[in-house]
């Protein structure tokens, strides 16, 4: 079974929070006897996951590698690990984060550093580190992590995997611990585009738990995944591929921009100049949702509660200050402050007036092209310590992924090659929304 592998390598990659072996079996257990009865099964039946554990999942822990949460079981699933289950999915365990999905290389997870699996020395991106190293270490065959600035395809870039952040609103967000609202989505990652187009087309659809998922029909993307690219008009910012950006994630990108383009792709320049505007912009509104979102962590309902405290304000002032790590903490600081009466107008509105700007051009961007191609990282996954004792710096390398969630937009990274110290290299694919089966088709095309 999986669990040889993960006992193999699990040692070295640490990808795991949790792991839920015995639940497994018994699952495959049903799962065979129901394939002895002739039922009918779906093509996902049998097949081991790995679930970021930010995603609520029945009596198995589920702690968004905080403190705060160390002992948290929700009492329902997740609509995705509902979903998954109704199809015979099997959860071979949880996967180690970001501490609430706060970073871009699952370093500040309070219990453990995921390495990646291509080079261990290097950080597997973030937050959702610890579902794509599952991946690409073959601990899981597929999984689902969180985006809300690249937290699904910056790690696939890292690890050399695929991953997808769907259109905001295509997958239901109801268990999903939030950080960000209103640019929480959850995706699958894989090996293959096809095997995360089959976890897409599992997981999305309207929910009425959750009041922002869409009621949209989504196109069948496994039968896009037959079609060709040939007219297919693909748009390159040139605001991705200024300074900042290295020089062999240019060229990688480009070389599989020509690929495409021989075989019938039309490639144009174009421009977003607003781009400029997207890290203010995302990090002044993800923290301001996220001061608000964790104020329920207050040591009263459930998770971590400080031992000693006085009376009531103290304790909620020791559970927090204990149970939160630092970047968490930095985040609800920066948040309640550019939501504080006086800095609102400033910061928040602004913030706000930016993220229209951004959506609008990238909406104008779309009447030029059917798809736009970037990097999905400046770099190459990076090394353990490199950018964790400067927050701007970390938060510099999110440039590419952030204004897709800010926007709305579907993306997906793709792996495009190699960069010179062997760490893969990622392409992101963006589209209008709802284009998943438009990005899909591409995707599987190039690879
Ligand atoms: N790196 C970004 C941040 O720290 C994005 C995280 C995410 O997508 N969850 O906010």
């Known amino acids: 079974s999986i669990y040889e592998r993960i006992d193999a390598v699990e040692d070295k990659v640490e990808a ?37 554990d930010n995603i609520c999942t029945k009596d198995v822990l589920t702690t968004c590698s905080s403190k705060m949460l160390y002992n948290f079981v929700p009492p329902y699933d997740a609509t995705v690990m509902q979903k998954l289950n109704d199809c015979g999915a099997i959860l071979v365990g949880k996967t180690n984060m970001d501490e609430f999905a706060m970073g871009s290389s699952t370093e500040t997870s309070y219990f453990k550093k995921t390495k990646n699996p291509r080079g261990l020395d290097r950080v ?26 690249g937290s699904i395809r910056q790690p696939a870039s890292f690890c050399g995997v695929v991953g997808l952040k769907p259109t905001y609103g295509a997958v239901s967000r109801y268990g999903l611990v939030a950080f960000a609202s209103s640019l929480d989505q959850i995706g699958p990652f894989g090996r293959t585009v096809e095997d995360v187009a089959m976890l897409f087309s599992a997981i999305c659809g309207r929910d009425p738990m959750d009041a922002t998922s869409s009621k949209h029909e989504h196109e069948d993307v496994m039968a896009a995944l037959n079609g060709d690219v040939k007219g297919l008009r693909i748009g390159i910012p040139a605001e991705y591929f200024g300074d ?30 607003s781009t400029k505007y997207a890290l203010p912009a995302y990090y ?44 968490v903490k930095r985040r609800i600081m920066l948040g309640t402050f550019v939501l504080s009466s006086g800095y609102y107008d400033a910061y928040y509105n602004r913030a706000k007036l930016l993220q229209r700007q951004i959506a609008d051009e990238f909406a104008k961007g779309f009447e030029e092209c059917d798809i736009m191609i970037t990097p999905t990282s400046p770099s190459t996954a990076f090394k353990f310590g490199a950018n964790s004792s400067d927050p701007v710096k970390m938060y510099a390398a999110d440039i590419c992924t952030i204004n897709v969630n800010i926007a709305g937009l579907p993306g997906i990274s793709v792996p495009c090659g190699v960069g010179a110290d062997g760490m893969p290299i990622g392409m992101q694919m963006i589209g209008p929304k709802f284009s998943e089966a438009t990005l899909l088709r591409t995707a599987a095309n190039y690879e």
Do not use: C
């Not at 950006?245 to 100049?273: C, F, N, R, T």
């Open 284 to 327: 002044i509104i993800a923290s301001a949702e996220a001061s608000s979102n964790l104020a329920r962590f207050d040591g009263v309902k459930y998770g971590y509660r400080a031992k000693e405290f006085t009376d009531l304000t103290d304790m909620y002032e020791r559970t927090r200050s204990e149970g939160f790590g630092e970047e």
């Open 124 to 149: 597997p991106g973030g937050s959702s580190g610890g579902s794509a190293a599952a991946v690409a270490a073959g601990e899981a065959p597929i999984s689902l992590g969180s985006d809300t600035g």
């Open 244 to 273: 900042g950006i290295d020089a062999e994630v240019k060229e990688s990108v480009m070389a599989a921009v020509k690929k495409l383009e021989e075989q019938g792709a039309i490639v144009k320049e174009i421009s977003l100049p």
């Open 16 to 52: 795991f929070v949790t792991i839920t072996k015995e639940q497994a079996y018994a699952k495959a257990k049903e799962i065979d006897e129901k394939f002895a009865r002739g039922e009918k099964l779906h093509p996902l039946a049998g097949i081991p996951i790995a679930i970021k």
